[in-house]
T-cell receptor, first 115, second 114 residues
Framework: NAGVTQTPKFQVLKTGQSMTLQCAQDMNHEYMSWYRQDPGMGLRLIHY???????DQGEVPNGYNVSRSTTEDFPLRLLSAAPSQTSVYFCASSFWDGGPHNEQFFGPGTRLTVL | TQLLEQSPQFLSIQEGENLTVYCNSS?????LQWYRQEPGEGPVLLVT?????EVKKLKRLTFQFGDARKDSSLHITAAQPGDTGLYLCAGVGRGSGNTGKLIFGQGTTLQVKP
């Protein structure tokens, strides 16, 4: 099993450009999430999905779009990149049955710089 | 809004010392998780605590969930350089409308010097 994979590992964008961060998992997890990590702020939830066709907003959704057409893939789209979106982005997946356990398996991250 | 406050934010100690990291909130959580993250990698789950007052041990690491399920602590005995990393606590929300979303603390950067 590859677990959670993310591409690309590094990306530099100019302000106003758009791009898609890819995330895929092979563990048949229904629950997938996108986080951003900034120094001193832990991880903040951007968007999440409880299954194919269902997505919802997290703490910091502005400037990002997601879709979930398959169980395996959960891409994150930046519509018009801004310097404030410079961050490290992590995708995660988990098995969640509605109970207290929602242990996340994280990908290796994408380091994004917006100039 | 549920918040988790972690302390301290930075800790630099000598090999063999003991340390405790705290994760506090005014909100009740269904569970608390602890993750460890190394530079350039994603966080990796260490443990989940679910029951108030629960204590779990992982070799030299001891995790405790507060009786009221609002706080947790991580205690490391005889720290080693291999314990160096970023430690993150994360809570799963509780109550109606629970969506499984995790709230993360700011993290504690631990450096253990040989």
């Amino acid at each position: 099993n590859a677990g959670v994979t993310q591409t690309p590992k590094f990306q530099v964008l100019k302000t106003g450009q758009s791009m898609t961060l890819q995330c895929a998992q092979d563990m048949n997890h229904e629950y997938m999430s996108w986080y951003r990590q900034d120094p001193g702020m832990g991880l903040r939830l951007i968007h999440y999905s409880v299954g194919a066709g269902i997505t919802d907003q997290g703490e910091v959704p502005n400037g990002y779009n997601v879709s979930r057409s398959t169980t395996e893939d959960f891409p994150l789209r930046l519509l018009s990149a801004a310097p404030s979106q410079t961050s490290v982005y992590f995708c995660a997946s988990s098995f969640w049955d509605g109970g207290p356990h929602n242990e996340q398996f994280f990908g290796p991250g994408t380091r994004l710089t917006v100039l | 809004t549920q918040l988790l406050e972690q302390s301290p934010q930075f800790l630099s100690i000598q090999e063999g010392e003991n340390l405790t990291v705290y994760c506090n909130s005014s909100s009740v959580f269904s569970s608390l998780q602890w993750y460890r993250q190394e530079p350039g990698e994603g966080p990796v789950l260490l443990v989940t605590v679910v029951t108030g007052g629960e204590v779990k041990k992982l070799k030299r690491l001891t995790f405790q969930f507060g009786d009221a399920r609002k706080d947790s602590s991580l205690h490391i005995t005889a720290a080693q350089p291999g314990d160096t990393g970023l430690y993150l606590c994360a809570g799963v929300g509780r109550g109606s409308g629970n969506t499984g979303k995790l709230i993360f603390g700011q993290g504690t950067t631990l450096q253990v010097k040989p």
